[in-house]
Nanobody
Framework: QVQLVESGGGLVQVGGSLRLSCAGS????????VAWFRQAPGKEREFVAG????????QYIDSVKGRFTMSRDNTKNIAVLQMNDLRPEDTAVYYC?????????????WGQGTQVTVSS
């Protein structure tokens, strides 16, 4: 069974850092687009960052540029979102997702989500 498992969420103060990890089943990420989304209370889910697992530029929404960095560990099949200088507006449930077709418009695998709370 294909699974995406997130970890690393928690409570942090403004300006702090958190590191989220997304572990995929073996082979899940090959040829896929892997991304992070988030959903804050009362808001729609939004794309945060993503890349093609096999290479290429990483895409970020403007509000996280310069603060968040997405990376990969090919040997462990893990995608990482390093979040620095966190702000209250970053508070949300963060989801890892994969589009196994390689198409940013077709995310077909989702993790269970991990809560990130930034306190002021």
């Amino acid at each position: 069974q294909v699974q995406l498992v997130e970890s690393g969420g928690g409570l942090v103060q403004v300006g702090g850092s958190l590191r989220l990890s997304c572990a995929g089943s073996r082979g899940t990420f090959s040829s896929a687009v892997v991304a992070w989304f988030r959903q804050a209370p009362g808001k729609e889910r939004e794309f945060v960052a993503g890349f093609h697992w096999n290479g290429g530029d990483t895409q970020y929404i403007d509000s996280v540029k310069g603060r968040f960095t997405m990376s990969r560990d090919n040997t462990k099949n893990i995608a990482v979102l390093q979040m620095n200088d966190l702000r209250p507006e970053d508070t949300a449930v963060y989801y890892c997702a994969a589009a196994t077709s390689g198409d940013y418009a077709r995310f077909n695998l989702w993790g269970q989500g991990t809560q990130v709370t930034v306190s002021s």
